[in-house]
């Protein structure tokens, strides 16, 4: 794919992405799904359940597992367009050159001009855009769309993903949602929200999961709902994790962080975590789940924050425990600030990739994660376990 392409398809997905091309290390798009011997996986494509048709694909073999496994899909949007068009909802087609699958970016819009923009089946979200008080608008997330190198493929990475693993008690392979069918839509344009449903579940049904997305008219909120249909404990690990775009770190402060107790570790390696170039902090060898899962920690160094106006000018990557429920990101490069809260998870991410690259590029962001990495979630069986994150914008 050429670059004009890959600028094609950025507006699509969000009208403020920023096209890179040449990432020295780029991930698939979630269209794809990477088989693995050591998880169980789902390879039917998800149902989205209105009016369209599937085809299901068989799984690569395992002298092929290094190849990534795309399911085919074949989605009439223009019925979903239809079923929805009352919904302040649209859909819109992103055929992948080089691939034999589409993906879908469903448009959320309100009447006071907040959007959100969310990828199907990958669950990813790319956009959210408010509404200032001076009567501008102001992109929240960052989200870079690439070509990877010597192909024809396209990766989406940043804006707000999941990264989790489940393992259930007694069980040596583990299981991650990443392929999402589309459940429901509720609300609409002309009502203070609008709400889609995902969900998604292994192989044999013994996890489910749901994840909420609901745009109000200041708040975007991330819900999940595991629920534990085994016969033994579950076992959650892993984080929400949100790209923020900021001008630049060296002007991002973090607000309300004095007192907590933090964890530093090199940054958190997962499919749509935006890659950094060669520096001090990316030479120290990324962890993921699986790592975390398996007890093969980095050294970790304890710390206490003695900064109440955190300034986020040099690269670091923490997670945080005992931090408040609610966090301010303030940015004095754009005048903006944004309020952070969760529920349910007890531990904070914090990434910053340093102040080294340019003003509004590439690494202009900042990464939060509403997690559960030290410490995981314990389900027992038929229990559930609710976790959300919520983006305010006080700017209004």
């Excluded at 149902?47 to 597992?65: G, I, Q």
């Amino acid at each position: 794919m050429k670059a004009a392409a890959v600028a094609q398809i950025a507006p699509v997905i969000s009208p403020n992405l920023t096209p890179v091309l040449g990432l020295k290390r780029s991930l698939q798009i979630t269209c794809q799904q990477s088989p693995s011997s050591n998880h169980n996986q789902d390879h039917n494509f998800p149902s989205f359940m209105f009016k369209r048709t599937t085809k299901k694909d068989n799984p690569p073999s395992a002298l092929a597992s290094d190849i990534p496994y795309i399911p085919s899909i074949n989605i009439d949007y223009s019925n979903l367009e239809t079923e929805f068009k009352e919904n302040g909802v649209t859909f819109e087609e992103i055929s992948l050159t080089g691939t034999n699958s589409n993906c879908l970016v469903l448009k959320m819009t309100l009447q006071n001009g907040s959007t959100a923009a969310l990828m199907l089946p990958s669950g990813l979200i790319t956009s959210y855009k408010t509404p200032l008080w001076h009567g501008g608008q102001a992109e929240l997330l960052h989200t870079c769309v690439s070509k990877r190198a010597n192909s024809t493929d396209v990766n989406v990475q940043g804006g707000v993903s999941l990264s989790f693993d489940c393992e259930i008690e007694g069980l040596v392979s583990t299981w991650s949602p990443s392929i999402w069918d589309l459940s429901s839509i509720r609300g609409g344009q002309d009502q203070e929200f609008i709400q889609v449903e995902l969900k998604s579940s292994n192989w044999d049904k013994t996890v489910e999961v749901k994840h909420i997305v609901t745009i109000r008219e200041d708040v975007l909120t991330s819900e999940l709902v595991f629920s534990n249909k085994s016969l033994s404990n579950l076992r959650l690990t892993g984080s929400v994790i949100t790209h923020l775009g900021v001008s630049t770190p060296d002007a991002t402060y973090a607000l309300g962080l004095e007192g907590s107790n933090y964890y530093s570790k090199p940054p958190l390696s997962s499919t749509f975590c935006i890659t950094l170039p060669d520096s001090d902090l990316s030479k120290s060898k990324n962890w993921s789940l699986g790592d975390l899962n398996k007890g093969k920690q980095a050294e970790i160094v304890d710390g206490e924050e003695n900064e109440n106006y955190k300034q986020l000018t040099d690269a670091m990557s923490r997670i945080y425990t005992c931090a408040p429920r609610q966090l301010t990101i303030m940015d004095r490069g754009k005048r903006n600030s944004i309020i952070l809260r969760r529920d349910g998870f007890e531990e904070l991410y914090l990434f910053s990739p340093g102040s080294d690259e340019e003003w509004y590029g590439k690494y202009a962001y900042i990464c939060v994660g509403q997690s559960a990495l030290l410490q995981p979630v314990i389900l027992a069986p038929g229990d559930k376990w609710n976790g959300s994150q919520h983006i305010h914008n006080p700017n209004l």
